[in-house]
């Protein structure tokens, strides 16, 4: 999949936004950026279905032999489903982080944090700024 069409949290996830029955939905994910600098993952928390999410908050949890790291919510709404089969199969996530990697799909509730992602080249330029 092309990144082209993403939007990046400052805190390493990606965004993809589409209609469904007239709802905005958001599939999001772990950069390949912070998958890469994670590097050996050893355990994935997702989201409960069901679950209301904040914009900002934790959601989910991924651990690597290096480091714990909290996965927060880009937006704001409701968790109506979760990749289930990616707990079982962490390689999934370097092999294709924007395809199979998805992490969980929110039903958006509140728009407004949209504002707060960036796109590909924004997101590119933070990266390259924090080394």
Known sequence: MSTDN????????????EESDGAKVATVGISAHAIEALNDLVYLELPEVGKEVTAGE???EIESVKAVSDIYAPVTGEVI???SALPDNLD?????AYVNGWIAKIKISDDS???DLMDKAGYEKMCAEEG
Request: zero cysteines.
């Open 6 to 17: 993403l939007l990046f949290a400052k805190t390493h996830e990606w965004v993809k936004v």
């Open 92 to 96: 999934s996530l370097h092999e294709d």
């Open 113 to 115: 944090a949209l504002a």
């Open 81 to 83: 489903e979760a990749n």
């Open 58 to 60: 934790s959601f989910g």
